[in-house]
């Protein structure tokens, strides 16, 4: 085995999934994609569902940004599901918010709406403002793409009120 190998084979699931986090922020999906698989395997042979249901998300969002729309849903459906088990609010919604941006990016703007609403509901009654923020400027976007540029005014305002908060969360 390879030095480097054996280094990934010995992180944790968690720093798999940070790790993944690290290189989806600098746009090296590969990368990403790698540690949210190693940490998905981990998460499962621990049967930590709330790990396993990051590391999906995580997924998802490397499919999304990839244009993979079918693996970014079913990853993030699988997700939603495990966060649902785990009475996860936080998680729901942001499970929520990423299928409304699947569904807004391939044009089927009533369930984008939908799913977008419901993520923010979800995180209004949770109290996670972060959560609310980024579904609220992701409806803002689908208001905007549709020609509805009160209603994303409204929705880029909402988000706007929550930078206090956010700085504290």
Known sequence: MQPASRALD???GAAHHA???HYADRARWAEAYRHFRHGLWEARHQGDAELEA????GQAEV???LGRWEDAREGAERALVLFDLIASPGGMADASRLLGVVFRETSRPALAESRLRCAVEIALSSGSP???AAARHELAE???QSGRSA????QVNAASALSPHLATA
């Open 19 to 21: 790790r993944g986090l």
């Open 10 to 12: 010995e992180m944790t």
């Open 130 to 132: 972060r959560s609310e």
């Open 54 to 57: 990051r590391c999906l998300m």
């Open 142 to 144: 689908l208001y905007r």
């Open 151 to 154: 209603e994303a005014l409204e």
């Open 63 to 65: 499919h999304m940004a």
